[in-house]
């Protein structure tokens, strides 16, 4: 790849995965409470809609310019080769270099996104104070709790988004006789978007519980409830009296 594409994906990643973060933050803070495990409106509801805002604006910029420095480099790699260039293994570069750029992205991704869901299903707390609590109670492995189910949720992702997405661009460029217009890139990555969504959603309420949970080993709690490797919500998000969470507890 050269300096000036190099330049381009950064840049371009980068400005494209910042104003897409915030303009939809609303209705990311609307999927975290809805797929967390206390409920819709014990998270918060429709209040608070851009609580965690601060750590998306400030990890949206370099994630998305790490994945796709990272997608550009792997598909300018792979595509070198006379062989790799071929049109049927072009699904198979893509998927690669997405998963790849997934991998990457997640090393920066996943601090913000545990603080800023912590946040989303905490309103009452800000930013700054959730990643001092999660600093002070787990340290900084806290801050990356859920990267393996993270990478397990993005790399299927992407595997079904980037290569129906090409496809796409490439279908409908052949049909019309030209290049795409930035709208119809656009529609391409939205459908593709979109069935990726559908296809992993299981996977990505598996990872904002396991974000938003806290473990508690090492720790004592008042009530003792909790064993050492189980899992809590912070204080905030707790709910019920002691009697509530024995209940809960399998026998």
């Known amino acids: 790849m050269e300096r000036r594409e190099f330049v381009a994906s950064l840049v371009a990643g980068g400005s494209a995965g910042m104003c897409v973060d915030l303009t939809l933050f609303p209705l990311d803070t609307i999927k975290t409470r809805l797929q967390s495990q206390q409920g819709f409106y014990k998270a918060g509801g429709f209040r608070g809609i851009y609580a965690g805002v601060p750590s998306a604006a400030i990890g949206s910029f370099p994630n998305a310019a790490a994945f796709f420095v990272t997608y550009e480099c792997t598909k300018s790699l792979l595509g070198a080769g006379e062989v790799l260039a071929a049109p049927h293994v072009a699904p198979v570069t893509h998927m690669l270099a997405a998963s790849l750029g997934e991998i990457v992205a997640c090393l920066i991704r996943v601090p913000t996104e545990v603080v800023k869901q912590r946040t989303q299903a905490s309103p009452s707390s800000t930013t700054y104070q959730m990643l001092l609590a999660t600093l002070r109670e787990e340290g900084v492995r806290g801050l990356y709790r859920g990267y393996r189910s993270t990478v397990l949720r993005e790399i299927p992702f992407s595997l079904v988004q980037f290569p129906l997405w090409e496809y796409l661009k490439t279908l409908w460029s052949w049909r019309q006789g030209h290049t795409l ?13 979109a069935v990726a969504a559908f296809v992993t959603t299981p996977l990505d309420v598996a990872k904002t ?43």
């Open 181 to 193: 217009y930035s709208w119809q890139a656009a529609v391409c990555g939205a459908f593709a978007g």
């Open 209 to 251: 519980r396991i974000m938003l949970a806290k473990s508690v080993c090492g720790q004592h709690t008042e009530d003792n409830l909790h064993q050492c490797g189980r899992f809590h919500l912070p204080g905030s998000l707790r709910e019920g009296p002691p009697l509530v969470a024995v209940a809960a507890r399998p026998l």
